[in-house]
């Protein structure tokens, strides 16, 4: 008798506690899974005080220190960004205040010379027409150096970069505008096959185009040869 029902209790002991080792050792499977999906907030509770429950609760640990880190890039990502935006308005800022300070000090004052000038000859039209038309003169010269201010004042707000396309592509747009608004005979040799970094064509384009900008503001060119 003793043994039959020591058998039983032991069956019936082996098989329970079976059951709850596939239960708890399926919950930690769960656990880990869910740490694959990215949810690093699940957890699991044992009351057994064994080695199951000891991984649990290491397991635990590992959910917090993964969230905290998911929590820390997050933070770092929106700082970055926040950063990228202030950046972005600090250059748009200075950008305006260059354009602005350019403005003010060549086209500005020459439109007013303009005016006054303009207004000189208008009162010697009647009493001395030759100073009237000397004057008038100067005015068309001024004027037309106020335009090629503008001209290059408006080559400074076009985009400083290529958007992606090849260096020479980006050149050849930027003269075929620049013949547009101007009377300079521009003659560009500049192999198509050149090799060169992304990095390195943005820079080399910006160099062309501050370039040309400063040939319209002050070398009074009729030919320009631009040569890569």
């Known amino acids: 008798v003793y043994v039959v029902v020591g058998l039983i209790v032991a069956l019936y002991t082996g098989f329970t506690t079976r059951g709850n080792l596939k239960t708890r050792l399926d919950t930690l499977s769960v656990l880990i899974t869910q740490f694959a999906n990215g949810n690093y907030q699940s957890s699991v509770h044992f009351e057994e005080k064994d080695e199951i429950t000891r ?18 890039l997050q933070r770092m990502a929106d700082e970055k960004a926040e950063l ?17 300070r350019d403005l003010h000090d060549a086209v500005s004052q020459q439109l007013f010379a303009l005016t006054m000038m303009s207004e000189a000859a208008v009162k010697q039209l ?33 985009p400083v970069h290529l958007s992606g396309e090849p260096l020479h592509k ?3 747009k930027l003269v075929d505008e620049l013949k547009l608004r101007s009377s ?36 009074n060119a009729s030919v320009v040869h631009l040569t890569i």
């Open 55 to 72: 991984i649990g609760n290491e397991l635990n640990e590992l959910g917090k220190k993964l969230l905290d880190q998911v929590k820390s």
């Open 84 to 100: 990228a935006k202030t950046a972005h308005k600090s250059a748009v800022i200075e950008e305006r205040q260059r354009l602005a």
């Open 126 to 158: 009647q009493t001395n027409p030759r100073l009237a038309m000397e004057q008038m003169e100067e005015v068309a010269a001024m004027a037309l150096q106020a335009q090629t201010e503008m001209r290059a004042l408006l080559l400074h707000l076009r």
């Open 170 to 172: 980006g050149v050849k």
């Open 184 to 219: 300079i005979d521009f003659r560009v040799e500049l192999e198509e096959n050149l090799h060169l970094s992304e990095t390195t064509e943005e820079h080399v384009f910006r160099i062309i185009q501050e370039a040309f900008s400063n040939i319209l503001r002050h070398a």
